[in-house]
């Protein structure tokens, strides 16, 4: 059993704590981004989240001037302000995937505009906004995220079938084909295959996750069961914008470091999710509780089955390996381990609505993922080695995302991304 990363304060006393600095419009966007698409799906969040803070991004660097751009079709006159650029931008991406929540956002627009002087740089720079919200809405119409695709499952020990208590269909398996922000295909980084059903590392990954998992187990300690209900709810999304924004508050960066800041690193979980989407519907694996209760099946005498097994959280409807948040979080890690010197990274204060009452501290990005990584496998529904596969395919989708994408101008080409170093875990 890992020793404990972080620690669970079950009190709201946290969650009430002012910020002792004020966050810029860019950071006061992103949360209301968080709050605007916390109702989807955690894959349709990631592409929300990326839409909306690449626009932003978009919309500032065509100001500002710092990065290469992203698209590099918004043009702003000299003078516009990059604070208006910014909320317009975020503005309009929200409402025209949330129209429900129309009157809501076009409140807090005149309250953001309101705290911007009025004159020309201000009325440039809610054009040059919605310029950029235009260009990225329309970018990304037709990227497959709305294409289903039906899925039947194969059969036999090792293939996915569809898991209890719903026993839905496979879902999610166009997602793989979505058109990535950053990677040229969501195969660029595809896991490789999980280990046999008689192997070693499978057998002892078994029994971990059906001694711990189970929702009876007595062998779960108190803080790996508020861990697993916590990134049961938390999307990589809500996570990891939350982290990066007390980052960046903390360390006071500039408005347009913010911009590209959290470009970068929603760029990366839509990608980290699309790249392991791909991985799951190419090896089909099963997921903990279909391969417990089957564990006579296997050929494997080291698999006791247990047919009563239940996962503590709610198995997703799709295949197990590669772990999605894996991937996406350790994409997201990749990200912020590059943008902030690590040595500087203050204290994190994850929470969130749906899991009241829970506030996990932490002072490294380090420590949230293998947070996530037991989160999943004290949850009952991912083995370990599912987590391992999503942490290696993460960590390189994200030092692609860095590398590849809105470089500061004059940055160079630093070589290949294939022959980065990629950091050990």
Request: some cysteine; proline content about 9%.
């Amino acid at each position: 059993m890992r020793l404990v990363k972080a620690f669970v304060v079950s009190s709201v006393a946290l969650l009430a704590a002012p910020q002792t600095v004020h966050a810029d419009v860019v950071l006061d966007w992103n949360g209301i981004m968080l709050g605007t698409i916390s109702g989807q799906n955690p894959f349709a969040q990631a592409r929300f989240a990326a839409i909306t803070q690449v626009a932003v991004f978009e919309a500032v660097n065509a100001i500002t001037g710092y990065y290469e751009p992203y698209v590099g079709t918004v043009t702003a006159p000299p003078g516009a302000s990059p604070e208006a650029a910014a909320v317009a931008a975020a503005h309009g991406v929200l409402k025209n995937y949330f129209p429900a929540a129309a009157a809501t956002l076009d409140a807090a627009r005149a309250d953001s505009l309101a705290a911007i002087p009025d004159g020309p740089p201000k009325a440039a720079g809610i054009l040059v906004g919605e310029a950029a919200a235009r260009v990225l809405i329309d970018l990304r119409a037709n990227d497959g995220s709305g294409s289903p695709i039906p899925y039947t499952p194969l059969t036999g020990p090792g293939y996915w079938q569809p898991t209890p208590p719903a026993f839905g269909p496979g879902v999610l398996l166009h997602w793989g084909r979505v058109t990535p922000f950053a990677l040229v295909s969501g195969d660029q980084y595809r896991s490789d295959p999980p280990p046999a059903l008689t192997s070693h590392s499978y057998t002892r990954d078994y029994k971990e996750v059906a001694k711990v998992g189970g929702v009876g187990s007595a062998h779960r300690p108190p803080d790996r069961a508020e861990v697993a209900r916590y990134f049961a709810v938390v999307s990589a999304a809500h996570a990891w914008n939350q982290a990066a924004s007390q980052v960046s508050i903390a360390q006071r960066r500039s408005l347009s470091e913010n911009a590209r800041t959290l470009a970068l690193l929603n760029m990366a979980i839509n990608d980290g999710l699309i790249a392991s989407m791909d991985s799951k519907y190419h090896y089909h694996f099963w997921r903990p509780v279909t391969a417990i209760r089957a564990g006579d099946t296997d050929g494997n005498p080291g698999t006791v089955p247990d047919p009563s097994y239940t996962p503590f959280v709610v198995t997703p409807s799709f295949p197990g390996y590669p772990s999605a948040h894996a991937s996406a979080s350790y994409a997201a890690r990749a990200v912020l381990e590059r943008v902030f010197p690590h040595e500087k990274c203050r204290a994190i204060i994850l929470s969130h609505p749906g899991v009241p009452g829970v506030v996990l501290p932490y002072t490294s990005f380090s420590a949230i993922t293998e947070d996530i990584d037991d989160a999943r496998v004290f949850g009952g529904i991912h083995f370990r080695f599912d987590q391992v596969a999503g942490a290696r395919q993460g960590k390189r989708v994200g030092a692609y995302v860095h590398h590849e994408h809105l470089r500061p101008v004059g940055d160079g080409d630093a070589g290949g991304v294939e022959r980065l170093e990629l950091p050990q875990e």
